[in-house]
């Protein structure tokens, strides 16, 4: 596969993300196992480090979102796409970060980068630059992901600072003027510590203040052109109904079991099976679980829309070899949900069985 040319931005935030931050014998890192060609094979009594991880990676051939089962229902935004969506990189203020401000203000190296990320802020209004929140109000505020709801893949760092002005230095003009993000990924592997040094950037028009602060939504939507089966989070761990057409099915997706695919080998077989015999949807056809294989419960709304073909889904399970029988659910009872898991980065919608995707 060919590899178009990074941005700007997208080659600071990959240089980034394969900066070595260093290990400590007292961390979680363990000991990195490395092939002949540099690439990372893994850790030994530990669990490696995100930079050991990210050497030799093609960042942008990875998915931007992945939509996992592996310890339940996951997603995970990948932080290359994400931040490279977000957010321009600013080559002009992150030299003059690094290469007038700092050594400044601090000679002797004696302040984190925390610290100095919240006095570049005073040392902008100085130079006759606004210097604020969002929207400009207060004063700049600083972010560490790990400290809430995320789904992103590795934690991130930042000083938000909503600047407005310009100024002339040792014959340079700046213009520092819209939302400016100072940023650190933290790639170590005890959150404590192994943060990059912080790196420049401007907030994307499209995104604004809020550029970084939707880092806990996600969607997730049925691969089916035909349905509106979509999901909505905005703190990573509730799923509400988000579709346009349909009525809400009345569940939260972190309600909903997770089946491994040869768990319903035999459902999965049945519900193709009507789909091409007795041309059913699908989505009415039921999944059932090892402990509710008989009786079959089935919506009363079966017998007024397919007749006597309703006599076609138990006949199947039978086919299979499952002693079954219909038995109508009360009006207020719903069908069990299920994902159908076929890999622990793949699964079927709850609804109707077609694949489920995720983005930011």
């Not at 480090?49 to 939509?67: A, I």
């Not at 079966?302 to 006597?308: I, P, T």
């Not at 039978?318 to 038995?327: D, N, P, R, S």
């Amino acid at each position: 596969m060919t590899r178009r040319k990074q941005t700007p931005t997208e080659k600071q935030i990959s240089d980034m993300m394969a900066t070595p931050t260093g290990n400590h014998f007292l961390d979680l890192g363990g000991y990195a196992k490395w092939g002949p060609n540099g690439e990372y094979l893994g850790s030994s009594h530990g669990y490696g480090r995100h930079w050991e991880r990210n050497q030799s990676r093609f960042f942008e051939l990875m998915p931007p979102t992945v939509l996992s089962f592996r310890w339940g229902l996951e997603v995970t935004h990948n932080i290359y796409h994400w931040l490279s969506e977000r957010l321009e990189y600013a080559p002009d203020i992150d030299n003059l970060f690094h290469d007038i401000f700092v050594p400044e203000v601090d000679p002797d190296d004696e302040y984190y980068w925390p610290e100095l990320k919240k006095m570049f802020g005073e040392w902008l209004r100085e130079k006759g630059v606004s210097v604020g929140g969002i929207y400009g109000e207060g004063d700049s505020f600083g972010v560490n992901t790990y400290n809430g709801e995320d789904l992103l893949s590795q934690v991130l760092q930042y000083e938000y600072l909503e600047c407005d002005g310009d100024f002339e230095l040792d014959g340079e003009y700046y213009y520092v003027c819209g939302g400016l993000v100072l940023l650190q990924i933290h790639n170590g592997a005890d959150v404590r510590g192994g943060y990059t040094a912080p790196h420049a950037f401007w907030a994307d028009d499209n995104y604004g203040e809020y550029a970084l602060l939707d880092n806990a939504q996600a969607y997730i939507i049925c691969n089916s052109c035909k349905s509106d089966h979509r999901w909505f989070t905005d703190d990573g761990y509730h799923w509400y109904w988000d579709g346009y057409h349909r009525d809400d099915p009345g569940f939260d997706l972190k309600e909903v079991k997770v089946i491994e695919e040869d768990e319903l080998e035999i459902d999965l077989r049945i519900r193709r099976h009507l789909a091409d015999q007795y041309n059913f949807d699908q989505e009415l056809v039921p999944i059932v679980s090892e402990e509710q294989l008989s009786p079959i419960k089935l919506p009363s709304e079966y017998a007024k829309v397919y007749g006597e073909a309703l006599a076609g889904i138990v006949n199947a399970y039978q086919a299979f070899g499952i002693q079954a029988k219909a038995v109508y659910l009360e009006e207020d009872e719903k069908l069990p949900q299920f994902f159908i898991a076929e890999t622990w980065n793949g699964g079927t919608c709850p609804i109707c069985g077609e694949e489920l995707h995720a983005y930011s």
